[in-house]
């Protein structure tokens, strides 16, 4: 399975951050497969943001809960990030990837990564 990040690199604060994984190789409606967005900021950890389940059910970190949602067009084969009300504190490397058959929250635990994208907040 590959994945690709899409998206623009540059956000205002207090607007809406919005980006894509396209999934090739495999379908994300296939059974058992957890469809994930991690972030790495500048000088930190990698953070799990949340997933989207081959059914389209959804969980995310509770740190993020309130400003995050997560869709998928399955005609596309994508899968999208929205984060909302963002702050510069939101700057990071954003990557899609994911996990099967079971889920996880450890960023460690995926194999399958996209490359990556570079969002920055900024005015």
């Known amino acids: 399975v590959q994945l690709q990040e899409s998206g623009p690199g540059l956000v205002k604060p207090s607007q809406t951050l919005s980006l894509t994984c396209t999934v090739s190789?495999?379908?994300?409606?296939?059974?058992?497969?957890?469809w994930s967005w991690i972030r790495q900021p500048p000088g930190k950890g990698l953070e799990w943001i949340g997933y989207i389940r081959y059914s389209g059910s959804t969980y995310y970190s509770p740190s993020l809960k309130s400003r995050t949602s997560i869709s998928r067009d399955t005609s596309k084969n994508q899968f999208t990030l929205q984060l909302g009300s963002v702050t510069p504190e939101d700057t990071a490397v954003y990557y899609c990837?994911?996990?099967?058959?079971?889920?996880?929250?450890?960023?460690?635990?995926?194999?399958?990564w996209g490359q990556g994208t570079q969002v920055t907040v900024s005015s």
């Open positions: 990837a994911v996990i099967s058959p079971f889920v996880s929250r450890q960023a460690t635990d995926y194999a399958d």
């Open positions: 190789g495999g379908s994300i409606t296939t059974k058992y497969y957890f």
